[in-house]
């Protein structure tokens, strides 16, 4: 995909891994149309590569934009999009599929579809449209809403901060209860499994039955925390919107694989649930740069004291106690004090 976009930008690409033909399809994608034929079983390289695509855009009111001779065109007045010549080189072959409904929001939004690409997923057919928005990013009003991304099964906490006071505060985190459920149902499976393998039983329908049923379980541990990841970063942009507030997310992901390593989690379990708190920063970033949110990741410590930099201690309950200053808090709690100390000397520093 860096490749492809790459290209599209007019870089020269040259990857020493891939054949040359390909090195001239990512070029001059046109020359080379007789390569994208459809139906039958696709060509090796095609399934590793994804080929971009310029796109014309058709509006309501009838005005283009983009190249006229351009193979994918978007056609908002009957809200379709047509392939043209991609799935088979004929002069005139076109095929219609319908417009997503968010390729619409985005364009109200003022985004736009610069360029698409194809490429195959499971095996078929897939088009991704790319929707480009150019924002400047609005001045902050002197609210800052900052984001810890805390262990993931503890979820992520949230403040916001005006005149170096903590206005609201809140600790969100997907449905742990269900989490660990599904986590120990998927456990006790996978060594009844292990248990019958010993015994001899490896092949058996009976051993798959409890695999499928172990792999559902992980499956939804995954879209359960997904969703959660996706809604809590639209939700967290919606805020900083509201309050014209200047994004601080604490980007702490190597310290929270460790703490979820410590609880001795097993390492597909962490690898899940760091892959989804990625996606929650990758989407918050997106969304961010999307509505023109200011925003900066900054380093934000939930073990060392705020007041006096000691190391803090975590007592019952995730409380955080300085041993040298007295100062006490809610593990989760502690970078919204970080937050506000640094607001502090930068607000200083600048007089
Ligand atoms: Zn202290």
Not at 140 to 148: E, F, K, N, T
Request: hydrophobic residues 35%; glycine residues 6%.
């Amino acid at each position: 995909m860096t490749l492809t976009n790459l290209a599209y930008h007019d870089f020269e690409v040259w990857e020493p891994n891939i054949p040359k033909t390909i090195q001239h399809q990512l070029y001059e994608f046109k020359n080379y149309m007789g390569s994208l034929v459809f139906g039958i079983t696709p060509k090796r390289w095609f399934a590793r590569t994804w080929v971009p695509l310029k796109v014309l855009r058709i509006y309501g009111d009838g005005s283009m934009k983009g190249d006229k001779s351009a193979p994918v065109v978007l056609d908002f007045r009957d809200n379709v999009i047509r392939l043209r010549q991609v799935c088979r080189n004929e002069p005139g072959y076109s095929i219609e599929i319908q417009m997503p409904s968010w390729v619409v929001e985005r364009l109200k939004e003022g985004g736009d579809i610069k360029f698409a690409m194809i490429g195959l997923r499971n095996n078929k057919p897939y088009l991704v449209l790319v929707a480009e928005r150019v924002v400047e990013p609005y001045q902050p009003s002197g609210y800052i809403l900052v984001v810890d991304v805390n262990s993931w099964r503890y979820g992520i906490a949230w403040g916001l901060i005006k005149n170096d006071k903590l206005i609201t505060w809140r600790t969100e985190k997907p449905d742990t209860f269900l989490i660990n459920t599904l986590y120990h149902q998927t456990i006790e499976r996978e060594r009844k499994v292990g248990k019958l393998k010993t015994l001899g039983y490896s092949g058996s329908a009976r051993v798959d039955e409890i695999k499928e049923q172990a792999y559902a379980r992980k499956s939804k541990i995954y879209r359960v925390t997904k969703d959660k990841a996706y809604f809590l970063a639209s939700k967290l942009v919606k805020k900083a919107l509201k309050y014209k507030a200047l994004l601080v997310i604490d980007d702490m992901t190597e310290e929270t694989r460790r703490e979820l390593l410590e609880e001795g989690l097993p390492r597909d379990i962490i690898k899940l649930l760091m892959s989804n708190l990625k996606r929650f920063i990758h989407q918050l970033e997106t969304l961010a740069q999307w509505y023109g949110v200011p925003y900066e990741f900054k380093r934000l410590p939930s073990t060392i004291c705020p007041v006096c930099q000691h190391e803090l201690t975590q007592e019952e309950g995730r409380v955080m106690i300085c041993e040298n200053c007295g100062f006490k808090a809610p593990r989760d709690k502690v970078p919204m004090h970080w937050a506000i100390k640094i607001e502090n000397t930068r607000s200083q520093s600048s007089y």
